[in-house]
């Protein structure tokens, strides 16, 4: 009689003891696989929510040393003489990092834009004042006036507007046209609603020019008008939150620097000059490692003419719990691994113990050892092939409330982190402009975040199949192999 | 013709006394021979040495000429010899058939025990629901199938009344003459010793032949 037969024999006549151990095999491999799938989701959203997020850091010049600020008498102010950043430096940075995905040097600066050459403004988006922001532009627009500060637009120049901050959070969306790089000369992008606003489209000429208030500073009395074309509408993936229209996000101005150049009045030495430069990194937690390279640099941590700020506190404040809960869902793992070859082992190992009689009757017909021990595992095997496929349709239901129990905890603490920070999301910390656009909100990339599933992947079902048979064959061995180590008159007087 | 021979064994258990002290003797085919002697005097022992259940401390047990530990002991028990004990041995999640079939195939099996008085519902029962002679049967009728040319037997008649112990000694005898296999009975009952071909005595280590005729006469 073939070991398979004899297992077959087994498993039908000994319902009541395959029955308990299946149930047994069962809830330990439903364990298993819950926590196993559980690990792969939140591993999942803590890939989703750094993506999503995304993680950089920014470096500015220190304008905190009151050393490197200098009077001007004729301006009656103090003008920080400090460094500023500069493309070489970002260079000379970027060179030390590895895992970089890109970086982008940003400067604010402000124009006045219109359709015609010397023509009429175009007209801004109104802010969250209303009525009182559209008085103030309409006073503006008066020829000569010295607050026409209100009609002019927010420019980021930028090398490279694909890693522009506003992009890179997903808080402005690229819908139509292309992105910018710093070989563009006379291309800008601007926003879906001032384009609708002003009946503009990609493609279009617009004219730029620097506001009154600038020219009188420079004592220039007529503006210089560069062209420039729209290269691209972007979409704002939330909501623009500014009192006047000439600040909010919806009236911003993204182009480079040979665009402004070519209008403004300021030298081209302090055009080279940067606000910021931001660093991206290909995953968030190399951030604090690149921070630490980059401020053991001489011009930070010695001359401290620049700081490193990094801006991923939102990854930390989302990724948080989804750590605990890895934390929490290894040590489930540990536990349920270590509890089910525990309850395996003992099961298993009496299982065999109690079958000495059996063995010692097919080893005195003549059975070979190899042979029996087959019987053993066929069984066990059958029994745990069984068990695990069972174990994943009862998993379905163990992850329906897992996956809510997610999505909850993620929500909340998205909800709790957005009412604690105001949740804006900040461009630039601007030196010498007013308040930079602030966007908050930013619903799809919410939406992208709270997105969670506890799915079983193939690779788990291989693991939950393999450890399972792999566990239980050792443990079938291990008991076998010290039951046949006896004599077998040894094994016949036990079993006497 | 002589098929094993027991070549001066000695056995200890713990290598101070002797259970059995440098026997020697031989079993033809076709023979039954009775092991006795009193309760923990080695006839156990020495059955399970001939069965490859055990290794003497010295000496050899040859089958056909040939020394078992040579053969492998795990072949000597599954091709020379088979097994019948006290107590059964069956194993309880199979029936009479798939019993006797472990070592035979099921034509063979189903053939010996209706041969023992078996019948065909009783052979297809759960083994565990027959008597005690009947699974006795079954026990004997595996040891049959196999194809092998020696049967040893523990205390075969042990749990069963005398009608059935009588049975049972039958139909050993008629396996012997009908198949030549060389029968080894180990026993305490003279009755059954008494129906062997020969008789051997096991006392303080030392093994005596004797022919069942002497041995009425002892009993006597």
């Not at chain 1, 993680?55 to 500015?60: D, K, N, R, T």
């Not at chain 2, 008085?117 to 629901?129: A, D, P, Y």
């Not at chain 2, 749990?159 to 009975?185: F, R």
Request: net charge negative.
């Amino acid at each position: 009689m073939s070991p398979l037969h004899r297992a077959f024999l087994y498993l039908t006549r000994k319902r009541g003891k395959t029955i308990l151990l299946f149930l047994i095999i069962l809830v330990i491999a439903t364990l298993a696989l819950s926590a196993i799938s559980l690990k792969g989701a939140v591993q999942t959203a803590q890939l989703n929510v750094r993506e999503s997020l995304g993680g950089s850091f920014y470096v500015e010049a220190n304008t905190k040393n009151y050393n490197k600020y200098d009077y001007d008498e004729e301006a009656g102010k103090r003008i920080f003489v400090g460094k500023m950043p500069t493309k070489e430096l970002a260079e000379s940075i970027s060179s030390q990092l590895d895992g970089l995905s890109g970086y982008c040097l940003t400067r604010t600066w402000r124009a006045r834009m219109s359709k015609e050459e010397g023509g009429k403004d175009v007209d801004l988006v109104p802010g969250t004042a209303g009525p009182l922001d559209l008085l103030m532009q309409e006073q503006a627009k008066q020829e000569d006036s010295q607050t026409d500060i209100y009609i002019t637009l927010g420019v980021d120049i930028c090398t490279d507007s694909a890693f522009h901050p506003f992009f890179m959070n997903q808080s402005i969306l690229l819908s139509q046209g292309r992105h910018i790089t710093e070989e563009d000369n006379g291309f800008i992008l601007i926003s879906e609603d001032l384009a609708q606003k002003n009946g503009l489209a990609v493609g279009d000429t617009v004219y730029l020019r620097d506001q009154n208030s600038v020219l009188k500073e420079n004592k220039i009395e007529q503006p210089t008008y560069a062209s420039a074309t729209i290269a691209g509408l972007f979409s704002i993936n939330g909501t623009s939150e500014s009192e006047s229209g000439y600040t909010s996000a919806e009236n911003l101005i993204i182009t480079t620097q040979n665009t402004v150049k070519s209008f403004t009045v300021a030298s081209d030495e302090e055009l080279e000059k940067y606000d910021q430069i931001h660093f991206f990194a290909e995953d968030p937690a190399d951030i604090e490692s690149m921070m630490k390279i980059v401020e053991r640099r001489d011009d930070f941590y010695r001359t401290i003419d620049f700081i490193a700020y990094a801006n991923n506190e939102r990854v930390i404040a989302v990724e948080g719990p989804l750590s605990s809960i890895n934390r929490l869902v290894d040590f489930l793992i540990l536990l349920v691994f270590a509890i089910g070859v525990i309850i395996l082992w003992l099961v298993l190992s009496s299982r065999i113990k109690d079958r000495i009689h059996e063995t010692g009757i097919l080893l005195s017909v003549g059975l070979r050892k190899v042979n029996i021990l087959a019987q053993y595992l066929v069984e066990i095997t059958v029994v745990t092939l069984l068990a695990c496929t069972v174990a994943i349709f009862s998993n379905m239901l163990i992850s329906n409330m897992t996956e809510d129990f997610l999505h909850s905890t993620l929500t909340t603490t998205i909800q709790q982190q957005q009412q604690e920070t105001s949740t804006v999301i900040q461009p630039d910390n601007t030196i010498n402009t007013p308040a930079a656009p602030t966007i908050v909100g930013n619903t799809q990339q919410e939406k992208s975040l709270t997105e969670i599933s506890v799915t079983m992947e193939p690779i788990h079902i291989f693991i939950l199949y393999g450890a399972g048979l792999l566990l239980s064959w050792v443990a079938v061995i291990a008991a076998s192999v010290s039951l046949f180590r006896l004599k077998p008159r040894e094994i016949l007087s036990k079993m006497s | 013709m002589s098929i094993m021979e027991v070549r001066s064994v000695t056995y200890s258990y713990d290598g101070t006394k002797n259970v059995l002290d440098d026997i020697s003797v031989s079993f033809e085919e076709g023979k039954v021979y009775a092991i006795l002697g009193p309760s923990g005097c080695g006839k156990t022992t020495l059955l399970s040495l001939l069965g490859g259940l055990d290794v003497p401390t010295k000496g050899t047990i040859l089958f056909d000429g040939t020394d078992i530990r040579q053969t492998g002991l795990g072949a000597h028990r599954s091709e020379h010899v088979s097994f019948i004990f006290q107590n059964y041995n069956l194993i309880d999640y199979m029936t009479p058939l798939e019993n006797a079939a472990l070592s035979a195939t099921k034509e063979t099996a189903m053939a010996a025990l209706k041969r023992l008085g078996l019948t065909e519902s009783e052979i297809k029962r759960n083994v565990l629901k027959l008597s005690g002679g009947q699974q006795q049967r079954v026990a004997i009728a595996r040891a049959l199938v196999a194809n092998t040319r020696v049967i040893l037997a523990d205390e075969p008649t042990g749990n069963v009344d005398d009608a059935m112990s009588v049975e049972i000694t039958n139909i050993l005898k008629e396996s012997a003459k009908e198949t030549g296999k060389c029968v080894i009975i180990v026993t305490h009952s003279i009755d059954l010793a008494k129906e062997a071909d020969t008789v051997l005595v096991l006392k303080n280590g030392v093994l005596q032949k004797q022919r069942p005729a002497e041995l009425e006469t002892e009993s006597n």
